[in-house]
Antibody
Framework: EVQLEQSGAEVKKPGATVKISCKVS????????LHWVQQAPGKGLEWMGV????????KYAENFQGRVTITADTSTERAYLELSSLRSEDTAVYYC??????????????????WGQGTLVTVSS | EIVMTQSPATLSVSPGERATLSCRAS??????LAWFQQKPGQGPRLLIY???TRATGIPARFSGSGSGTEFTLTISSLQSEDFAVYYC??????????FGGGTKVEIK
C-alpha cells in the first residue's frame, strides 16, 4: 500500500525558514515525481513545485520561485519542502502528493491520486 | 503559466438534484485535466482524470466532459456526502500543474 507520511505541525516566526518532510512507502521512490501543494486557511489548492527523486531536478511555481526549495533523499525515501522568509500569508497546510500514470493509445495521464495527510505551518510573531 | 478559472464559486443545490461545475483554461490543455473533491479537514480526493475518466472507486454519478479550454464536472444526483469543494487541475505542462480556485457545492 502506498503511503505518504508527513512531518508534524510547525510554528515559525516571520522571516524564519521551515522545512517539512514527506516519507513515502509502498512504491519505488525514484520512479515518480513528488509534488507539494499549499492550502491557506479557507483558500484553494496552490501547486508549489515538484522534485524528480531520481536526479533531484525540480520545477517551481512562479509564485514561490526564490523562496522554496524541494529536495529528495533517496537513502531515506523522504522528500522535503523548505520555505524561507516566512510571512503570515504562508500560514497554511502543505500537502505532498504523487501520482499514477494512465495511458491510452494516444496519450498518458498523470493523476495525483496519493496524498499525504498535510502539515500545518503557522507563521506568527 | 496556464491559469485555471472555475465557476461558480459557490453552487447551492438540493439533494437529489444535478450539479454542473465549470472549469476554463487560459490556453488549450487538450484533455489533460483532473477533478478533485475536498471535504473539510481532509486532503483532496481524485475524482476524474483525462477530463472524463473516473478514478478507481468513484461513483458513476460523477462525470466529466470537455476538451481544449472548457470543461465540466457533473454530479447527476447529489448525495449528502457530495457536498464539498471541487477543484480542477491541469497537467498539460507536466510535471507542472495548476489548480482552479474551486467551487463549493452547498446544500440549498
Amino acid at each position: 500500500e502506498v503511503q505518504l507520511e508527513q512531518s508534524g505541525a510547525e510554528v515559525k516566526k516571520p522571516g524564519a525558514t521551515v522545512k517539512i518532510s514527506c516519507k513515502v512507502s509502498g512504491y519505488i521512490f525514484t520512479n515518480y515525481y513528488l509534488h507539494w501543494v499549499q492550502q491557506a486557511p479557507g483558500k484553494g489548492l496552490e501547486w508549489m513545485g515538484v522534485v524528480d527523486p531520481e536526479n533531484g531536478e525540480t520545477k517551481y511555481a512562479e509564485n514561490f520561485q526564490g523562496r522554496v526549495t524541494i529536495t529528495a533523499d533517496t537513502s531515506t525515501e523522504r522528500a522535503y519542502l523548505e520555505l524561507s522568509s516566512l510571512r503570515s500569508e504562508d500560514t497554511a497546510v502543505y500537502y505532498c502528493a504523487t501520482y499514477s500514470v494512465y495511458c491510452t493509445t494516444t496519450n498518458c495521464h498523470h493523476a495525483l491520486d496519493k496524498w499525504g495527510q498535510g502539515t500545518l505551518v503557522t507563521v506568527s510573531s | 503559466e496556464i491559469v485555471m478559472t472555475q465557476s461558480p464559486a459557490t453552487l447551492s443545490v438540493s439533494p437529489g438534484e444535478r450539479a454542473t461545475l465549470s472549469c476554463r483554461a487560459s490556453q488549450s490543455i487538450t484533455n489533460k485535466l483532473a477533478w478533485f473533491q475536498q471535504k473539510p479537514g481532509q486532503g483532496p480526493r481524485l475524482l476524474i482524470y483525462g477530463a472524463s475518466t473516473r478514478a478507481t472507486g468513484i461513483p458513476a454519478r460523477f462525470s466529466g466532459s470537455g476538451s481544449g479550454t472548457e470543461f465540466t464536472l457533473t454530479i447527476s444526483s447529489l448525495q449528502s456526502e457530495d457536498f464539498a469543494v471541487y477543484y480542477c487541475q491541469q497537467y498539460d505542462n507536466w510535471p507542472r500543474g495548476t489548480f482552479g480556485g474551486g467551487t463549493k457545492v452547498e446544500i440549498k
